[in-house]
T-cell receptor
């Protein structure tokens, strides 16, 4: 079954304590992306990756890091989390169907930074 | 730069009534357009997409959308809604460029009333 898997699904942490949210896809997609969802703001893209070792900033990259060392994994790293990073995070992967790009989403990670 | 506007943050509608969720976009280049649905406590699911060709696009669960280039709109419609359609709906755009940076609207919460 085609899947985008995020872990953990729920996370409570404290300000300044480094954390990593993992994302894995089994569809051999080259494209992967991270979003955060906040009430009234919709989804905003944090980082995306077009391929292994190729990453680029989205609209809200500040305070986040990513890495793409292998095709299937795209972890999101918060080096020093702050309360304004409390949010619902989604990982997505995408691939081409013909010449058209389609994106698939994980189930989400709800993060609370105290 | 691209932008997406969903003017209606909430749309209440009675069961079996028709519904239209509005989406307008802004872009200086050609775009791909998408509608995603998010059921409570779940990730995003692709509802339908416009990539090229026919401007009337049919999606899952009886939804359809019409791409109107002159009005830069991509409104979502369903002729008769069910209670199970209660969810949040997001419009999104990406360009034909190779970077696949996605811009999402702020979402419309559809509440179907019995």
């Amino acid at each position: 079954e085609a899947q985008v898997t995020q872990n953990p699904r729920y996370l409570i942490t404290v300000t300044g304590k480094k954390l990593t949210v993992t994302c894995s896809q089994n569809m051999n997609h080259e494209y992967m992306s991270w979003y955060r969802q906040d009430p009234g703001l919709g989804l905003r893209q944090i980082y995306y990756s077009m391929n292994v070792e190729v990453t680029d900033k989205g609209d809200v990259p500040e305070g986040y890091k990513v890495s793409r060392k292998e095709k299937r994994n795209f972890p999101l790293i918060l080096e020093s989390p702050s309360p304004n990073q409390t949010s619902l995070y989604f990982c997505a992967s995408g691939g081409l169907q013909g010449k058209r790009h389609i994106q698939y989403f994980g189930a989400g990670t709800r993060l609370s930074v105290l | 730069a691209q932008s997406v506007t969903q003017l209606d943050s909430q749309v209440p509608v009675f069961e079996e009534a028709p519904v239209e969720l509005r989406c307008n976009y802004s872009s200086s280049v050609s775009v791909y357009l998408f509608w995603y649905v998010q059921y409570p406590n779940q990730g995003l699911q692709l509802l339908l997409k416009y990539l090229s060709g026919s401007t009337l696009v049919k999606g899952i669960n009886g939804f359809e959308a019409e791409f109107n280039k002159s009005q830069t709109s991509f409104h979502l419609r369903k002729p008769s809604v069910h209670i199970s359609d209660t969810a949040e709906y997001f419009c999104a755009v990406t360009t034909f460029s190779g970077t696949y940076k996605y811009i999402f609207g702020t979402g419309t919460r559809l509440k179907v009333l019995a």
